[in-house]
């Protein structure tokens, strides 16, 4: 088992950056790939971010792609979520997971452990 703490959220005005960190513990031997995704109301959740385990892939979504950067410290187990330029549409709550099979994807089935979710506001 992973467990998965998110923090970070917040209320930001349109233009702000928020840091989001993601936590995992328990069974964190492996090269496992971290992800973020997000979940607006009445939408479904949707993939905005992952990280190989060497930090060499990072695949994007094309809404964050250039305002987003995703890293992770393997040796303290967390992945982080650099948003700047933030916009209204980035309002979701942001979900941190972990893929254990060391094959980076985009696609949230993919994805074994979960977070609670970080609630993240861009006010306008």
């Known amino acids: 088992q992973v467990q998965l703490v998110e923090s970070g959220g917040g209320l930001v005005q349109a233009g702000g950056s928020l840091r989001l960190s993601c936590a995992a513990s328990g069974r964190t031997f492996g090269r496992y790939v971290m992800g973020w995704f997000r979940q607006s109301p009445g939408k479904e959740r949707e993939f905005v971010a992952a990280?190989?385990?060497?930090?060499?892939?990072?695949p994007y979504s094309d809404s964050v792609k250039g305002r987003f950067t995703i890293s992770r410290d393997n040796a303290k187990n967390t992945v982080y979520l650099q948003m700047n330029s933030l916009e209204p549409a980035d309002t979701a709550v942001y979900y941190c997971a972990v893929r254990i099979i060391p094959i980076i994807t985009t696609s949230q089935k993919d994805y074994d452990y979960w977070g609670q979710g970080t609630q993240v506001t861009v006010s306008s």
């Open positions: 990280i190989s385990w060497s930090g060499l892939s990072t």
